[in-house]
């Protein structure tokens, strides 16, 4: 599973994505679902950055109250599920990111972790992204980040991770036709965890309106096991 994650820095930016970060980049440390994320798409031979919602809504559903239900999708299960089965074959997308966060429950307390690559570099979930437009003529865009087994990184945490797409996949994974969607079922796979660490954080990340940079900072010990606490807050 993936229910929050980062985006705090944007150098490179334009070296990993190809497309430059928005003027008016901000640094987010607590990116929660239904908010509005930074996605990168290509249509042609041109890379877009856009901003959509995160959580699917797909194009023929009734309204977006699907949508929170709809922020992750299983990679072993996306040429199945009519959710993502359209997005999958012709809408796919890169969620750029530099950390997510995990929770790992010890009796009645779920301490925050967060995941990132070893020197804290930029990288990319593998996304799909759907186009709804309401009765009333209003248009969304939406987005989900697949997710696959987890490296022995996050194995005692959680059994779900999200697709980390290495970036010599980046350009296939933007422009392969449908027919050849069945190949990346072979990219789809935990990223390596020898490129990764983790430390704990505190519970600020809990709530979503948190949103500075202490959400990501480490901290030197876990708090009591015998303490109260709770997943996230959105």
Wanted: aromatic content about 12%; charged content about 25%; hydrophobic content about 35%.
């Amino acid at each position: 599973m993936c229910g929050r994650y980062r985006l705090s820095r944007k150098d490179r930016f334009a070296q990993y994505f190809e497309v430059d970060p928005f003027d008016d980049f901000e640094p987010r440390y607590n990116i929660a679902p239904t908010q509005s994320v930074t996605v990168v798409r290509q249509v042609d031979s041109a890379r877009y950055l856009t901003t959509m919602r995160w959580g699917l809504v797909p194009s023929w559903s009734k309204d977006t109250s699907v949508s929170a239900s709809l922020i992750n999708a299983r990679s072993e299960m996306v040429m199945e599920k009519p959710a993502f089965r359209d997005s999958f074959r012709s809408r796919r997308c890169l969620i750029p990111a530099n950390g997510f966060y995990e929770w790992k429950r010890s009796g009645k307390t779920k301490q925050p972790y967060h995941f990132g690559l070893n020197d804290d570099d930029l990288f990319a979930f593998a996304g799909l992204w759907d186009r709804w437009r309401s009765p009333g003529g209003k248009t969304i865009e939406s987005c989900s980040i697949l997710t696959t087994t987890p490296n022995k990184l996050l194995s005692d945490i959680h059994d779900r991770m999200p697709v980390i797409l290495p970036q010599r996949h980046y350009e296939a994974w933007l422009t392969a036709p449908a027919s050849e969607g069945e190949r990346f079922q072979e990219v789809l796979v935990p990223f390596e965890a020898e490129r990764m660490r983790r430390y704990p954080v505190s519970s600020l990340v809990n709530a979503a309106q948190n949103e500075s940079a202490e959400c990501a900072q480490q901290i030197e010990s876990v708090p009591d096991q015998a303490s109260t606490g709770f997943l996230f807050d959105l």
